[in-house]
């Protein structure tokens, strides 16, 4: 079989499930009695097992194989779960990871050295089984393990049935392997499969003869059951009988389990169900190429064009008419938005690493931290999630080295000594907002300062007149790192200006707060889509642009007078400081321009980081929002054009990139300045 | 046997490849974008997709003319490059076999020939054939 046309889709469950692994390893850290947790791990192991040999990865298959055997002792009560048997399990994670990402770039697994993790994963069996054995082999009379029991008695309360299922297939059969597996799968979806005779494994091997024993939890009739399986080949006879747990003794047992463990088994419905949707969730999707979207966006902005010039027709005298073009609006409005809804992706995507992170740097630093996180439902636009992990991983880190102390000194200031980061995001009108707060020790602004001076970034004077503030964003300057000494995590300097520049590409802004000894908090405000945005409509000539309005400062007219000239340069006063005027006219190769004979500019002042310029323009169209179109490849060369729009009128209108407007009168600025 | 589009640059006759073509439209609004070669035009909505055009008159060194009612935009696409050529009139649709198309010498002036291929004949008719390719490729770079 070639199995090369699946590899993408195998790379992408198998992140899929490595990610669910993930989330359920750390859950269960927390929670290492939790049943069902263990179960899903251990399933999420075995599917990814059952991909992998189908592709044949063998190393993968090798690794989840005895992942798969340390969790089913833990599943089957033979071994206790411990810190020690979570941390091997977090290792063979990190090397299944590797192992996808090397068949991601090269196509093949690659050889990973797993032989040291799988005598950890052994050595946990041997040493844990030897205590239990003996106490093993006396269980077995029974027909049900105590654990097993507890299953029975806890689905017996919730209403399901246990049943004995007796599977036959044809003597014959030759992949009977595959058969047993289809069984499970049919079974799956009507109960929980809790037992089998023999074991799952040597079902699995192919050690058993023509016939297998499964108890399954239900609330299914057994006629229906035995139909369903029946209806899988080569399978010959089912037998169902329902299973009474003999004793008196113990349907005692189970009215008093009702009692205590009745609140327990709530929270574990809702924590099932939730589980239930989510799985829901993943299951009821369909994976569409970003371009098709885009070209359903295109389609629709056409639409919204085309809509426009109906209402502008002449339409009083037709009343229906009239009608009809409302009801388009309202519809095309709603398709609209759909259709914008579709590019949005939760932000858990990017949310997912971070637990382990926080975990991970929280033991290698010694220090308590939790982390709770919030609006992971938050959605945000596609490309947005693409952009944003770098800056969070970031600025968490700084978080976990810098913000959150040590315990001990923690305890010393009289703080829990555990600390906390709070990951948040939420919508805020049309932007999505980001938090990432700690309760740590917070920015010393005197630091900043001293450091400021250091680095020569500020003079003594300048630093007097600043406000705090203005102090705290010198953080965000190129090279600039308060922490005492450089680790590995953070403290290179190299991490805020890039935080913030790469949030300013996205169109977004970061904002911090901080009080000594109580912590810090980074807001960052990104707008929900990149595909649209806020703009200001101006004419030059006749022609039409829009100036992203994220951009602009403001808006101010000048008198002609007032223009100065040095060395060649415009410039004017504006506010104590020296603008620069970029006559947008001339930059855009249009004719000197009427506005010259009047006695009154005006001037759009643009800024880029701390550098601004007034540009020119004859008159202002207004506020508007706008979809951004690529000018297509033929034209990718072109610097002040960062793209395009459609106006109402079904006209193009350019969007002018004040990054290189600015960035070009930023050289001419320096110039002058210098002389 | 390739069928190409012929249109007409004053009494000149070209072809282009079909297989090129994504649509031919109307002359509609252009918006000039500065900073860009003068045979640049502008772009064009084209159905909701910013789309540049070319005059093929500058590009091929022929003087300007007014557009009138046959003015054409050719919306050529190779790749994921799109590009509109204007053209003074669309004539028809022709067959040529690849056996009536020879190459060219130094008969066109240097600077147009690299966006020709070809010339196609049929019958007494000489048609230039359009390097779509080239003539895409060349703001790329």
Redesign the interface.
Known sequence: MDVNQYLNLFIDESREYLQKLNSNLLYLENHPQDMETINEIFRVAHTLKGMSSTMGFTNIANLTHEMENLLSEVRNGNIELNEEMVNVLFKCLDVLERYVNNIEEMGIEGDIKVSGLIDEIRGLLNLSTTEKETEDKTISVNEFKDYELNVIKDALVKGFKPLKIQIYLKEDCLLKAARAFMVFKALEKEGEVFKTVPSIEDIEDEKFKDNFTIFILTKRETGYLQQLLLGISEVIKVIVEEVHLNEGVSNIDVSIDVKTEKIVQDEDEINQNKKEIEKNKTSKTVRVDIERLDKLMNLVSELIIIKTRLEGLDTKANQDMVMAIEYLERITTNLHDAVMKVRMVPIERVYNRFPRMVRDLSKELGKEINLYMSGEETEVDRTVIDEIGDPLVHLIRNAIDHGIETPEERQKMGKPSKGKIYLRAYHDGNNVVIEVEDDGKGIDKEKVKQKALEKKLLTKEEILIKSDKEIIDLLFTPGFSTADKVTDISGRGVGLDVVKKKIENLGGMVEVKTQLGKGTKFIIRLPLTLAIIQALLIKVGQEKYAIPLSSIKEIMKIRVENIKKVKGREMVLYRGNILPIIRLNRILDLDDEISNSSRDLTVVIVKKGDFLAGLTVDSLIGQQEIVIKSLGKYLSNNRIIAGATILGDGNVALILDPNILLSEGEMNYESVHSV | MNQYIVFKIGHDEYGVDISYIRIIERLM?I??????PDY?K????L??????VISFRKLFGYNEIEYDDETRIIVLNFD????GIIVDSIDEVVSIDDGNIEGVGDIFGKYNKEYIFGIGKIEERLLILLDVKKI?LN??E
């Open positions: 609004n918006t000039r974008v500065p900073k860009t640049v502008g772009v064009i909505n159905r909701g997709e910013v789309v540049p994921d490059i799109t590009a895409l703001e790329q």
